[in-house]
Each structure stands twice: as structure tokens, then as C-alpha cells.
């Protein structure tokens, strides 16, 4: 019962996780643009802003970021199956993928919901933009995006890469497990 317990918690922590990382890149990102927003001539177009920048603390951010939610996907099925053994290893899996999967349904559905009842408002309803509801409306179409765009289809890796790590330890964990 613990590893599917820890298994069904796993998903949230690792969406937790995405969700920040997220977050941290974006900040880098704007960081830059408003740096080179100051250049001289970039606002009026003469002169052209560092492109090659912006992509850099983006490909940097992925990767960087990619490390926290990959230890916890590879780690969590290692420490279960040493610790509790196949059965815990199992347990873990099963609750891994039923959290993930009503999870990653949920993200997906909500920030769809979001992005579109952004543009609904912007077609003119309930005040049409400038609104306060618009403003509700763009704070939610911001969290979901990278909850339908981020964290609900990395949620597919975690459940695949977690069950690739238990069958490759498989014959450790038989061997070597502490609680059999």
C-alpha cells in the first residue's frame, strides 16, 4: 500500500516541479527581452535585438530544468523497489498511472478551458477586454497554458520512463530487496 501511495503523490510532485521550471524560465527569458528592450533603437526597429540570446537562455532553461523532474522519475522506482520490493515496485507503477492519467486529463481539459474563455471574453462578453474579467481571464489563460502545453502530456514520460527504470532493475530488485 505505501508504494501506491507514494505513487499516486509521485505525479503531483513531478507537475509541481514542471510547472516551476516553467516559471523559472520564463523569468529568465523576459529578463533578457527587457534588457534588450533598453538597447538603443531596438524599440524603433533600427537596430536588431540578440535573437541568439534569447534562444540560448531558452535551451539552456529546458535543460537545466529537465534535471529535478528526471531524478524523481528514475529515483522514486529505484528506493521503492530496493526499499519495499517487486510488490512495492508494482504498487508504485499502478499509482503512478492512475494519478497520472486523471491528472494529465484534467490539466489538458482545464487549460484548454482557460485559453478558451479568454478568447470568449475577448470576443465581447462579459465586459470584452479591458474588463476585469478579462484580467481573471489572462491570469487563467497563463497558468494553463503550461498546464495543457507542460505538465499534463510530461506526465506520458513519467509514467513510461518510471516502468522503463522498474523493469531494467527488475533482477536487482528481486535479489536485493530489503522487504521481499
Known sequence: IGGLFVGAMLPYVFSSTTMRAVGRAAESIVGEVRKQ????????????????????????????????????????????????GPKGTISLLLGTQISSFSMAIMMANAGASWDNAKKYIEEGHHGGKGSEQHKAAVVGDTLGDPFKDTSGPSLDGLIKLMTMISLAIAPVVVRYALLK
Open 37 to 84: 528592450w533598453k538597447i538603443p533603437g531596438v524599440q524603433e526597429g533600427k537596430v536588431k535585438p540578440n535573437y541568439a540570446r534569447v534562444v540560448d537562455i531558452c535551451t539552456k532553461a529546458a535543460l537545466g530544468e529537465l534535471l529535478k523532474p528526471a531524478v524523481i522519475a528514475i529515483v522514486a522506482p529505484i528506493a521503492i523497489g530496493l526499499l519495499i
